[in-house]
């Protein structure tokens, strides 16, 4: 799965998903990645959210959608896509989900309960791009 | 404001990587990503900066998606793409795609040029023609893939609980 999260020079956010699925599935299994509130979410003024991992687990905790609630309700981007994954972990174990997202002020976060998640970001006018892979980064 | 763009290529385990190559053509596929996002952002808007993101990605092959897409249970190519803009909660998604590279632009198309939020099958495989983005199979499988998922196949019990009994009914276990 890969995703993307933008906010534009106007304020408008947007977001993309797009996967092959599990290798394996059973011929004709969706995932959460078509499904908005799901595999993502956009809202001027709020956010936008991409989401990866097990999509069983992602659709049936909306996570992208819970991510965009909390920030409407006045938790930091930083920390919604935290509590969303902290959720997801206790509801059905590590190793399934993991968040990009962006605030209507141009701030970003990720968050992910697997080993690692590729992830990067960039804003004009910055000389370079900041790429991770393990928690740590 | 100034244009922004965050990117992920998929959360998982070490293992997904085939060696270190792999993984440094994956991160060096994030910064392209990156950088296509805010090339979009001069011409157009937040929309156009997340899907040619994604195209990029979808197009690069070391990824879970598009290109790189891994095999179903009968060793087919599926893909599920959806996109979202943020101003008025458009949305345009795809799913149980099999003759596309680029799902995610198929999933814009959905948004624009139908009255539709979510098309499947072979309507999306007829957008997909319409609007020259079919591929044939050919394009989306090669021998690696193959490999990968008959080795796999031999231990799916060991992935899915009720799957492997569906597969063993299919005969797909030997």
């Not at chain 1, 408008?12 to 599935?25: E, M, R």
């Not at chain 1, 002020?105 to 970001?121: D, I, K, Q, Y």
């Not at chain 2, 690069?60 to 599926?78: I, Q, T």
């Amino acid at each position: 799965t890969v995703g993307a999260v933008a906010l534009d020079r106007d304020g408008n956010l947007a977001a993309a998903t797009s996967t092959g699925g599990t290798i394996l599935k059973w011929p004709g299994r969706v995932g959460d990645s078509p499904l908005p509130g799901a595999g993502y979410w956009a809202e001027n003024g709020v956010c936008a959210v991409s989401a990866t991992g097990i999509g069983e687990f992602i659709i049936r905790a909306m996570a992208s959608f819970r991510v965009a609630m909390l920030i409407k309700g006045g938790i930091k981007v930083s920390d919604a896509v935290k509590q969303v994954v902290n959720y997801v972990t206790s509801l059905f174990g590590p190793g399934n989900i993991g968040l990009i997202a962006i605030d209507s002020l141009g701030n970003v976060a990720s968050a992910f309960n697997t080993e690692v998640m590729g992830r990067a970001w960039g804003r004009e006018g910055m000389d370079k791009v900041i790429v991770a892979h393990f928690p740590g980064d | 404001v100034k244009a922004t763009i965050a990117v992920h290529g998929g959360a998982g385990s070490l293992g997904y990587f085939v060696n270190e190559e792999h993984r440094q053509r994956y991160l060096n596929g994030l910064v392209n990503a990156v950088r296509a996002g805010l090339e979009a952002a001069k011409r157009g808007n937040a929309l156009d900066m997340v899907v040619e993101a994604v195209t990029s990605m979808e197009l690069d092959g070391s990824y879970d998606a598009g290109k790189g897409s891994v095999l179903n249970l009968y060793g087919e190519v599926e893909q599920d793409a959806g996109v979202m803009w943020g101003k008025d909660l458009s949305v345009g998604a795809v799913a149980s795609v099999k003759h596309v590279i680029n799902a995610i632009r198929l999933a814009r198309l959905v948004m624009e040029r139908t009255d539709h939020v979510l098309i499947t099958g072979e309507g999306a495989e007829e957008l997909a023609r319409q609007f020259g983005l079919w591929v044939p199979s050919t394009e989306l499988i090669n021998e690696s893939k193959i490999n990968r998922y008959k080795s796999l196949l031999r231990n799916l019990r060991s992935r899915y609980e009720k799957n492997t009994d569906l597969a063993r009914r299919l005969g797909l276990l030997g």
